[in-house]
């Protein structure tokens, strides 16, 4: 079975923190991403990264930035954290779309509350 | 601007009858459309997806129907249970990219 693993369920910063959401895969897919879940308005996408060392900014990058250092890795970073940041992140990672359907598997989630 | 549009932000449906849940896009360079069902405090998880050049596509209690001249598609569950109870998402995937598109999802919930 695919295992995407976000290393924290829930999380309660302040204001101006920096802050740092992990996200492994086990299954050697070139693709991560990061989304963000807000009622109503879906999952967004922030960043996401087709090999190690690139990205490419989703459809929400302010704020954010990210790190993929190993192929199984990928990192969501916030330099100073918002309220408006408060939300569910999701990390999922996929084999190269180009010639599939384009399934994501997604990990659990991490809530974060910016306080 | 919202590619893909879920209009309805919830649906109930009684336990064994059919649930319809329906998807509109914009794109016309989408070439795969795909559904996922997340339970609170879980990531989403696959259903079912259809490429742009069929029109239907079944698994099991799920069929996705896909009508391009409208930019509609939508999946219906039948018999409803209860553990089908959940958030839908709606997604579609860019041709020649490695970008999926989300809709606002739809709860839904299947009721005794």
């Known amino acids: 079975d695919v295992k995407v693993t976000q290393s924290s369920r829930y999380l309660v910063k302040r204001t101006g923190e920096k802050v740092f959401l992990e996200c492994v895969q086990d299954m050697d897919h070139e693709n991560m991403f990061w989304y963000r879940q807000d009622p109503g308005l879906g999952l967004r996408l922030i960043y996401f990264s087709y090999d190690v060392k690139m990205k490419e900014k989703g459809d929400i990058p302010e704020g954010y930035s990210v790190s993929r250092e190993k192929k199984e890795r990928f990192s969501l970073i916030l330099e100073s954290a918002s309220t408006n940041q408060t939300s569910m992140y999701l990390c999922?990672?996929?084999?190269?779309?180009?010639?599939?359907?384009?399934?994501?598997?997604f990990g659990e989630g991490s809530r974060l509350t910016v306080l | 601007d919202q590619q893909v549009k879920q209009n309805s932000p919830s649906l109930s449906v009684q336990e064994g009858r059919i649930s319809i849940l329906n998807c509109d896009y914009t794109?016309?360079?989408?070439?795969?459309f795909l559904w996922y069902k997340k339970y609170p405090a879980e990531g989403p998880t696959f259903l079912i997806s259809i490429s742009s050049i069929k029109d239907k596509n079944e698994d099991g209690r799920f069929t996705v129907f896909l009508n391009k001249s409208a930019k509609h598609l939508s999946l219906h569950i039948v018999p409803s249970q209860p553990g089908d109870s959940a958030v839908y998402f709606c997604a579609a995937h860019l041709y020649n990219t490695d970008k999926l598109i989300f809709g606002t999802g739809t709860r839904l919930q299947v009721f005794p």
């Open positions: 794109n016309s360079m989408f070439d795969y």
């Open positions: 999922a990672s996929s084999f190269l779309m180009t010639d599939n359907t384009g399934e994501l598997f």
